[in-house]
């Protein structure tokens, strides 16, 4: 029954995965049996990513790439299915957040975002379904949030993205689940990665009320590390989800089930 879970000979493109969250979702597949490509947008990125995959024992291939750009996209899935083969999985990973108050958001700020966290996506799928319906199997994970649920103050455009990704995966489902592909999101809860470090500590170096505000509204009682993504993502990834097809996977330690810790 675990070799559903097997990776073995699945060629896996995990977009923005020289740290964070995407390098531990790559070394999970890699672990899995996955051929692991990525891609980041800076030389120095590059070479420390591919340092840290060479000591993990994974042998990552890497493009400089900038998912935002198709035309770079087009050539970077071509280049993979010429040299790699077709890919089997993408993670649509890369992401940024700016936290601005709405009133004080420029519409090019606004539209960075939405560039990055939804049209991306919609632009490295488009890359890689062509190849996935004519090997006649696919897996595409949208990595989503809990702002595809919740709103707070100052993430307008990350949330409105999120929340658009959420709605993009059921539609790629919805539209390519014939071809036998599927597509499924996961929705991390609080991470600890370079995306959130500005919420974690006040000056001093204690924990920020944001950091402890999540702590209370999160059963676990703990912030999440990107080691929590690596069973979820080897699921999406894997014949063990085979049926599974437009769901929103939420790994946020309950977050989306509770209330918050009541004061006392
Ligand atoms: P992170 O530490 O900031 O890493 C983001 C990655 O995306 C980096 O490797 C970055 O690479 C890459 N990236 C950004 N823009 C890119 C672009 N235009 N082209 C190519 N690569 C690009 O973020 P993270 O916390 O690991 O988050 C990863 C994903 O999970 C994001 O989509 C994020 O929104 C989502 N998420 C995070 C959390 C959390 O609590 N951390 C929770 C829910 C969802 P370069 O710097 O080299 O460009
Ligand atoms: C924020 C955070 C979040 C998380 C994550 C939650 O400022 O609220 O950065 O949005 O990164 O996406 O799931």
Redesign the pocket.
């Known amino acids: 029954m675990l070799n559903q879970f097997s990776l073995e000979g699945k060629v896996a493109l995990v977009?923005?995965?020289?740290?964070?969250?995407?390098?531990a979702m790559a070394e999970a597949l890699a672990k899995a049996g996955a051929k692991i490509v990525f891609?980041?947008?800076?030389q120095e990125?590059?070479d420390n990513a591919l340092k840290t995959y060479a000591e993990k024992g994974i042998d990552a291939k890497g493009y400089i790439?900038?998912?935002?750009d198709e035309e770079a996209v087009r050539k970077m899935v071509s280049d993979i299915e010429q040299t790699v083969g077709a890919v089997d999985i993408l993670v649509n990973?890369?992401?940024?957040?700016k936290r601005i108050p709405m009133h004080e958001m420029s519409v090019n700020e606004f539209e960075q975002v939405i560039d990055?966290?939804l049209i991306?996506p919609f632009i490295v799928s488009k890359a890689v379904i062509p190849g996935m319906i004519k090997k006649g199997h696919g897996k595409i994970i949208n990595?989503?949030?809990?702002?595809s649920e919740l709103g707070r103050e100052t993430v307008s455009a990350?949330a409105a993205a999120?929340g658009g990704l959420k709605m993009l995966t059921r539609n790629i489902a919805s539209e390519y689940g014939e071809y036998n592909i599927q597509c499924n999101g996961i929705?991390?809860?609080?991470?600890?990665?370079?995306?959130?470090a500005p919420l974690h500590k006040r000056e001093d170096g204690s924990p920020s009320p944001f950091y402890r505000s999540i702590l209370a509204k999160t059963p676990a009682a703990r912030w999440?590390v990107?080691e929590d993504l690596m069973g979820p993502v080897v699921f999406l990834a894997s014949d063990a989800s085979n049926f599974v097809n437009g769901h929103i996977l939420y790994v946020d330690g309950g977050i989306l089930a509770y209330i918050g810790k009541q004061p006392k």
């Open positions: 977009t923005g995965a020289a740290y964070g969250i995407g390098f891609n980041c947008r800076g990125h590059m790439c900038d998912v935002t990973n890369a992401g940024i957040i990055i966290d991306a990595i989503c949030s809990m702002m990350y999120k929705g991390p809860g609080y991470i600890e990665t370079p995306q959130t999440g990107p």
